[in-house]
């Protein structure tokens, strides 16, 4: 049976990188007693796909995981979400779990796009920004570097708005980006093109966009 | 001081610009977040070295657990911050801070070193100094928390005397609570400044309440007096509350095993739970420090192991289990342990680990219960190559039982056995040395009848230190080219693919040495060597080997003096205030006899009366039966009991 997570992923979580939150989600699942799949061959592994890597330092609201289960166990006293919610680590806040089509494409290759929310942690100046963001979507494309590979973040960036923000932190940006395989825009290229230094803001990742969203 | 909330937001300023940030966040599962208003005593447990390495540190976790099961105290954790880490945490003003509550360590009661090997001496200055407390215990005042150190390495606490309050000798899982005690009461009427202090106490009046607890070494409280060379010539206490001699702490029966383990959230070296199935060992090998001070030899039960087994699995959802001991070989009920322990988790992609296995063909039938899989390889550690060396040890095998093992080792599928040895043995020739690189070969060899050209050895040769309290702690280390030479032959013999040689630096040798017999003049090459510099002296890629020469220079003191040289049958060693209870005269016949080749039986095979059991007689008679592997006390109490010589 295969099972589709939502999940939160914020507080220390936010420096565990994605090859650490598979094995997080190994122990997750067997802590919460339900047997998990794994993979044939001379070096089985969990049957696990974490819909896209979330970069360190991010806070997730919107993350989504399959999780293969063999069978599904007899009569369940709690839910699947009451059990692996028991299991999970602080810091880890599942939403929904749904079950999906086991033959279902792989979840990595269903996203599409991604959502952001940056809170700035410095006072930054909003009529400045206003104008970087105007000038950014007004170009025609925008090439950058990144590991020695050229290409255009123009195309990647699909929205971006200023927001009021919270408290003590005034305005918000907002973000949706490309996040399909071998085109997947990043934040903190966008706020480098605005002149934000990466670590003086706080990114959330709010949403994963999939190319058929299941329906809950 | 800053306070936790002022610490968290230059943090995340910081974390992003260095490796593995989680390793400073804290947040693990079950990790115990208490809240910091509501007890009175906190202690900070530190480990000085990285997370990665200090996150699985046993010892640690369990007096975590039990400190924090008392409803007055609670305990939080610090590991060193690798030195990206270091430099921004200095550069934003950051102090060394717990990774429960975020509070700057200078704000706990009490801090508590793991100090289990000595190269950890100049990272625990190092850290004291981030946390901003003043390095020397002299310096320290009654705002100060109490710097307090235990594990094994501070079975010689004096080369770092005048930088801890107070050493713990031996088992912590009862005298932490005294101390806590004790500070309690000491502290009792006094109230804090601010809740981001400590305390404030009369440091004078609560060290002299420690020095009366068994176990706690105060070093303040005991002159050392030295000869013209350059020994030693006495040390005795200078107030009437502290013992000639501390004798060590030991546990007669073993608590609960520790189950509650914490969960990183990042990949670290050991990711795994453990469970210890005994403590001691009762094999007698004379260059293993472990195997002295942790006697006598007490087993849990069969039952016990695997329950705690199944509850650290369930608690964690580890994929790797460790049953720990000394020697898994020698558990009474091994293989039922095994058998259990194999069926409870077959197929349930658990991999179980047993270390120090006999070299014997039951020993492979012992790792076969537990696997799943054969894959990797299989450990094996003869130390020596030739069954004269092994009579000078006392881990005798002979040749035969090795090759034969071997053979069944491979002929069950695992392609690849690790051999340990140790070069500098005493006595120890370019002939034996010569011997290991032909026993590799020859292991090597039953493995190609086996497997062919899959079969593979890798000899993992280190050098021999003398460590104090052990048969061979008069003896002198190898020089730097007698090692060199040593190893060169090593690397010349053991070439091709089938082979794999890991060796230690004989720079490293050299430090441990030192440290190891250290006596309290090396506080003040420790202090130097970190001014000068050194820090992480367990990375090789990050330790200076000159920032100890010259801090030897400095001081006018001559390294070899610590390693190349026999001491003197009557010598009073540094560590002879502090009694593991292992007689200095059993000790020393154990050497004479090693000079000569004669073993010393197994003490489960007869007891060799090597002075555990006069002191320990009351906690014999109190706990009978066939959980101590000494024999039974059957005098009556009220004996006169016999005072524990020294060393």
């Known amino acids: 049976m295969r099972l589709r997570l939502t999940f939160s992923k914020s507080g220390a979580l936010r420096y565990t990188g994605h090859l650490d939150l598979h094995s997080l989600w190994e122990r997750t699942v067997r802590r919460a007693g339900l047997p998990l799949a794994y993979t044939q061959g001379f070096h089985p592994g969990p049957k696990i796909q974490l819909a896209s890597a979330l970069p360190l330092g991010f806070i997730g609201r919107a993350e989504i995981v399959d999780l293969w289960i063999i069978d599904s166990p007899t009569s369940l006293d709690q839910s699947y979400k009451e059990l692996l919610q028991s299991a999970s680590p602080p810091g880890l806040v599942i939403s929904a779990v749904d079950v999906v089509d086991e033959h279902a494409p792989a979840l990595q290759t269903q996203v599409v796009s991604a959502e952001y929310e940056v809170t700035f942690l410095e006072p930054v100046s909003t009529s400045m920004l206003a104008a970087g963001i105007t000038t950014l979507l007004g170009a025609a494309n925008l090439p950058r570097e990144r590991r020695g590979k050229t290409y255009d973040l123009r195309s990647l960036v699909e929205k971006l708005e200023l927001h009021p923000g919270e408290g003590s932190y005034p305005s918000q940006l907002h973000m949706r980006l490309a996040a399909r395989e071998g085109a997947t825009g990043r934040p903190e290229e966008v706020l480098d093109v605005l002149g934000i230094p990466f670590e003086t803001t706080r990114i959330e990742r709010t949403l994963l966009i999939l190319r058929n969203p299941i329906k809950t | 001081m800053l306070s936790p909330q002022q610490i968290d937001t230059r943090l995340e300023r910081i974390l992003l610009k260095v490796q593995k940030p989680g390793r400073y966040v804290g947040g693990e599962l079950n990790a115990i977040v208490k809240d910091w208003e509501d007890v009175g005593t906190r202690v900070a447990f530190v480990f000085p070295d990285i997370y990665d390495i200090g996150i699985s540190n046993l010892g640690l976790q369990i007096l975590y657990d039990l400190v924090n099961?008392?409803?007055?105290?609670?305990?939080?954790?610090?590991?060193?911050?690798?030195?990206?880490?270091?430099?921004?945490?200095?550069?934003?003003?950051?102090?060394?801070?717990?990774?429960?509550?975020?509070?700057?360590?200078?704000?706990?009661?009490?801090?508590?070193?793991?100090?289990?090997?000595?190269?950890?001496?100049?990272?625990?200055?190092?850290?004291?100094?981030?946390?901003?407390?003043?390095?020397?215990?002299?310096?320290?005042?009654?705002?100060?928390?109490?710097?307090?150190?235990?594990?094994?390495?501070?079975?010689?606490?004096?080369?770092?005397?005048?930088?801890?309050?107070?050493?713990?000798?031996?088992e912590g899982e009862e005298v932490i609570q005294e101390i806590i005690d004790v500070v309690k009461k000491v502290k009792g009427q006094n109230s804090r400044a601010s809740n981001h202090q400590p305390l404030p106490v009369d440091r004078e009046l609560l060290l002299r309440e420690l020095a009366q607890i068994q176990g706690v070494y105060v070093p303040r409280f005991y002159e050392v007096k030295y000869h013209q060379d350059d020994t030693i010539d006495s040390i005795t206490p200078t107030i009437p509350e502290a013992p000639r001699v501390v004798i060590k702490r030991m546990l007669p029966k073993l608590p609960p095993p520790t189950t509650r383990f914490l969960v990183p959230n990042i990949d670290v070296v050991h990711n795994r739970v453990s469970v210890e199935v005994m403590r001691g060992c009762t094999r007698g090998c004379r260059f293993c420090q472990a195997g002295m001070i942790t006697r006598p030899v007490r087993e849990r039960s069969v039952e016990e192991i695997v329950q705690a087994a199944e509850e650290a699995v369930a608690a964690t959802g580890s994929e790797e289990l460790a049953l720990l001991s000394l020697s898994s070989s020698d558990y009474t009920d091994i293989l039922e342990l095994v058998t259990r322990i194999g069926e409870r988790f077959r197929g349930k992609h658990l991999t179980v680990s047993l270390p120090s296995l006999r070299i014997d063909t039951v020993s492979v039938e012992l790792m076969e219960k537990l696997k799943d899989r054969r894959s990797g390889g299989f450990t094996l550690a003869p130390e020596a190559a030739t069954e004269r060396m092994r009579r000078i040890i006392n881990k005798f095998i002979t040749d035969e039982q090795l090759l034969e093992t071997a053979r069944e080792i491979y002929s069950r599928g695992w392609t690849n056995i690790k051999l340990y040895f140790m070069i500098g043995h005493p006595s120890e020739t370019l002939a034996d040395v010569q011997a290991i690189a032909d026993l590799c070969k020859r292991v090597l060899a039953e493995g190609r009848k086996v497997l062919g050209g899959k079969a593979r050895v890798h000899a993992g040769v280190s050098t021999f230190i003398p460590k104090p309290h052990t048969p061979f702690q008069w003896v002198s280390v190898d020089t730097p080219d007698q090692i060199r030479a040593k190893q060169e032959l090593l690397m010349h013999e053991l070439r091709g693919s089938a082979f794999k040689l890991s060796w230690t630096s004989p720079e490293d040798t050299l430090l441990e040495g030192w440290l190891s017999r250290g006596d309290r003049r090396m506080a003040e090459v420790i202090y130097n060597a970190w001014k000068n510099g050194t820090k992480f002296d367990a990375w090789q890629d990050q330790r200076r080997f000159e920032a100890w020469t010259s801090a030897f220079a400095a001081q006018k003191l001559d390294p070899a003096f610590y390693t190349h040289r026999t001491r003197r049958s009557d010598e009073v060693f540094p560590w002879e205030h502090i009694s593991d209870t292992v007689r200095k005269k059993y000790l020393y016949a154990d050497y004479q006899r090693s000079l000569d080749g004669t073993t010393r039986q197994d003490c489960r095979e007869g007891c060799d009366a090597c002075g555990i059991l006069p002191t320990f007689a009351a906690s014999r008679r109190e706990f009978p039966g066939i959980y101590w592997k000494c024999p039974e006390v059957k005098s009556p109490a009220g004996e006169k009991r016999v005072a524990a010589g020294g060393g």
């Open chain 2, 69 to 170: 099961q008392r409803p007055d105290a609670l305990a939080e954790r610090a590991y060193a911050p690798w030195v990206d880490m270091e430099d921004l945490m200095r550069s934003s003003g950051i102090p060394l801070y717990s990774l429960e509550t975020r509070h700057p360590l200078a704000a706990f009661d009490i801090l508590g070193f793991s100090l289990p090997y000595e190269t950890l001496y100049t990272n625990t200055l190092n850290m004291l100094d981030l946390a901003g407390i003043p390095l020397r215990s002299s310096d320290r005042t009654s705002a100060d928390p109490l710097i307090i150190a235990g594990g094994h390495a501070c079975f010689n606490p004096e080369p770092m005397h005048a930088f801890i309050d107070a050493f713990v000798i031996g």
